[in-house]
Structures are given as structure tokens and as C-alpha cells.
């Protein structure tokens, strides 16, 4: 069966850096999708991998290794607003989108 | 504002009565999903359309049915709603252009059947 697994909570603090793991197997792959979501509110894209290694935008950074099936998402200098679920989920070989359950992510100041 | 919209934002329903969620985008997108999320589940895809006159089952299909007669317009119909069919419901678009096909959501729809 097809599995994307990632941490339930995490917790942070205001200002530091923590790092969002995601493991998956999949029938396939065509890319790795990390989305935000704050409570009560809709998806929203953050990153999109498909080659191995890390593609960094501003505070965000998200990294991925196709023969380990191991995916991160990196937040640097952490703000309140921070504080949502993160999403992985990977495009199959039928393009459908397979979702983990999302870590909420709590930041402390 | 483009973007998806989707209506009603919240609905209490009796169980066996039918409703029907609405999604409309105006990206003009090929691809629209239906999905639904639940608390410690991940997004489960219910019923997608990669262009307008078709349609496909999802991971959750069973009490669903879609329509796609046009581009911008994808609703969502409970024959007749069970209880655990309460869920919140989010409608997506992507350009399925086969590249990165990012899907953007709309604000989702919360229904309680009881």
C-alpha cells in the first residue's frame, strides 16, 4: 500500500529552527509537495520537489532524497504565525496526490 | 479575485437527506478534486476531473457522486447523507499541464450530519 508518514506535533521556539521530516512509499513518484495549513483554513503551497536535494525559499527550505524516500522541510527564524500543520504528500504514478496526516507544528516564544 | 470558491462554508444536516457541496474556480483550470479531511487522517481524495466532461473515483468514492459539465464548476452530491459522512470538504484546481500541477484549495466546507 502506498504510506506517507511524518510526526504527529512538534514544538518550537520563536526564532530557532526545526526541521519537518516525511517518509513515504508510493507506487511511483513525480514529486514531493509540502503545504501549510493554519487551523481552520485551506492548504496552501509551499514547496514542490522532484530531483534530489534542497531548493531553499527565503525561510523555508525543503529537501529531498528519492532512494531513501525521505523528504524535509526546513523553518528557519520561526514566528508565531508559524505555528500551522505541514503537510507532505506525493504525486503517484496515476498523478494523484497522496496525503500523510500532517504535523502540527506549535511555536513557544 | 481569482481563486475557488465553494459553498455553503458550514451546513448541519439530517442523515438521509441529500445535499450537494459547490466549488467554482475561475483559473481556468483543467483538474478539479473533491476531498475530505479528517481529524488525524490525511486529505482523502473522494472524486476527481481532469477536464471538463470527465470524472474519476477517488480513495473514498462510495455515497458521493460529482459532475463536470463545464470548466469552472465541480459540485459535490450526498445521495443521502450518513453520519459519517461529517467531515470538512475541500474542493482543489491544478492546471494539469503535466508539470508541477500544485493544486490550490478553496476554504472548505464543514458538514455535520447528524
Known amino acids: 500500500g502506498q504510506n506517507i508518514d511524518q510526526p504527529t506535533e512538534m514544538t518550537a521556539t520563536e526564532g530557532a529552527i526545526v526541521q519537518i521530516n516525511c517518509t513515504y512509499q508510493?507506487?511511483?513518484?513525480?514529486?514531493l509537495f509540502w503545504y501549510q495549513q493554519h487551523a481552520g483554513e485551506a492548504p496552501t503551497f509551499l514547496s514542490y520537489?522532484?530531483l534530489d536535494g534542497l531548493e531553499e525559499k527565503g525561510r523555508f527550505s525543503s529537501f529531498l532524497s528519492r532512494s531513501k524516500g525521505y523528504s524535509y522541510l526546513l523553518l528557519k527564524e520561526l514566528q508565531m504565525k508559524d505555528s500551522a500543520s505541514y503537510l507532505c504528500?506525493?504525486?503517484?504514478?496515476?498523478?494523484?496526490?497522496?496525503w500523510g496526516a500532517g504535523t502540527k507544528l506549535i511555536i513557544k516564544p | 479575485i481569482a481563486g475557488i470558491t465553494q459553498a455553503p462554508t458550514s451546513q448541519i444536516l439530517a442523515a438521509g437527506r441529500r445535499m450537494t457541496l459547490r466549488c467554482t474556480q475561475d483559473?481556468?483550470?483543467?483538474?478539479m478534486y473533491w476531498y475530505r479531511q479528517d481529524l488525524g487522517l490525511g486529505l482523502r481524495l473522494i472524486h476527481y476531473?481532469?477536464?471538463?466532461?470527465?470524472?474519476g473515483k477517488g480513495e473514498v468514492p462510495d455515497g458521493y457522486s460529482v459532475s463536470r459539465a463545464n470548466t469552472d464548476d465541480f459540485p459535490l452530491t450526498l445521495a443521502s447523507a450518513v453520519p459519517s459522512q461529517t467531515s470538512v470538504y475541500f474542493c482543489?484546481?491544478?492546471?494539469?499541464?503535466?508539470?508541477?500541477?500544485?493544486?490550490?484549495f478553496g476554504p472548505g466546507t464543514r458538514l455535520t450530519v447528524l
Open positions: 482543489a484546481s491544478s492546471e494539469r499541464t503535466g508539470g508541477t500541477d500544485t493544486q490550490y
Open positions: 483559473m481556468r483550470h483543467n483538474a
Open positions: 476531473s481532469n477536464t471538463a466532461g470527465t470524472t
Open positions: 508510493t507506487s511511483g513518484f513525480n514529486g
Open positions: 520537489n522532484v
Open positions: 504528500a506525493v504525486l503517484d504514478s496515476n498523478y494523484q496526490l497522496i
